[in-house]
């Protein structure tokens, strides 16, 4: 980052309401729409102050029907316009889920690229919050076997702020998940200006030479734990953050686990189709004769996301994920 450039400390839910009023400002074709989003400011205040500023006819409060305001959407983007709608938990997104399925994937196929369809669909994922039942899923894999549609993940204010702007400006769908625990959990230094962060690009968080972990969203900070846990053990983790569920890094993926030779992935979503599963694959077809023990999951369970008194029994955690480090690193 240049030392010229102009930042402010943001959480990340600041970051994601600072990149959409920057695509407000510079783009007339962008509009906000969703659930409470225009006086209230959405359920976690998003969209906080962007309705007086850009007017009722930029950042519209629709009725309660994921279907029909994801319908809209998809309308409006076909005929111009950029519209970024807020589910205001992932939760709540299954009614929607045919109209993104049946039309907003498959437009760009179905037209032979005369049509493209321009939307992001912010969705507030995961647990940990304390949420009651129906807020809490972590269910990323069903959209990302959804050819068509994109699927990113920011774990941090700098990228939240980057990814929301560079998945506006992308020509084609977006499903935008927001890991609650993120949304104020820290601050950091985030540029004013527009940037972007390109979308189906991972990163290295932490270069390490033993174990690679594997996470994104809310688990990159308890792969960082559990890796600085290790180091205590002698074991020296590299941990990933993948940022785009879809498409996967698979350059990313395949270069660390070839120098490490063991890898963990965690995610909080159900073990069972999680997306952990695709990464396995991929260290499967590029990478199986450098590993030096079998890859280790640590997830969520195969049951739905329990009450807010067991949350903590059902989500991983750095203790999880070291036993998981040492097993492969002792193989």
Not at 222 to 239: I, L
Request: with cysteine.
């Amino acid at each position: 980052m240049s030392t010229l450039t102009k930042t402010k400390m943001l959480t990340m839910v600041g970051a994601i309401t600072d990149g959409m009023r920057v695509m407000l400002k510079e783009h007339d074709d962008v509009l906000l729409m969703g659930e409470d989003i225009g006086t209230n400011g959405g359920v976690f205040r998003a969209t906080d102050g962007l309705q007086a500023d850009f007017g009722e006819d930029r950042v519209m409060d629709t009725p309660l029907s994921e279907a029909g305001f994801i319908g809209a959407a998809i309308g409006m983007a076909v005929n111009g316009f950029r519209p970024v709608a807020e589910i205001q938990f992932m939760g709540f997104i299954y009614p929607a889920y045919e109209q993104i399925m049946t039309h907003a994937s498959r437009l760009r196929s179905r037209t032979l690229g005369h049509y493209t369809c321009p939307i992001v669909i912010r969705a507030p994922y995961g647990a940990g919050v304390r949420a009651p039942e129906i807020h809490s899923d972590s269910t990323e894999a069903i959209f990302t076997h959804m050819p068509g549609i994109k699927v990113v993940c920011p774990s941090n204010p700098y990228d939240a702020k980057g990814l929301m702007i560079a998945s506006i400006e992308d020509p084609d769908p977006v499903l935008f998940l927001e890991p609650m625990r993120c949304y104020r959990s820290s601050r950091e230094e985030v540029p004013e200006e527009k940037y972007t962060v390109e979308i189906g690009k991972g990163k290295v968080v932490q270069e390490g030479e033993d174990v690679t972990i594997i996470a994104w969203g809310a688990m990159v900070k308890v792969a960082e734990e559990a890796a600085e846990e290790a180091r205590n053990h002698g074991v020296s983790c590299e941990v990933l953050d993948l940022r785009t569920l879809y498409p996967l890094d698979k350059d990313l993926i395949s270069s660390s686990v070839q120098k490490t030779g063991r890898t963990v992935v965690v995610h909080e979503a159900h073990a069972t189709g999680g997306v952990g599963n695709d990464v396995l694959a991929i260290i499967n077809d590029t990478s199986f004769l450098y590993q030096k023990a079998p890859v280790e999951r640590v997830t969520g369970f195969d049951t739905p996301v329990p009450y807010f008194g067991f949350e903590d029994f059902y989500l991983p955690d750095s203790k999880r994920v070291l036993e998981a480090v040492k097993k492969v690193a002792e193989y």
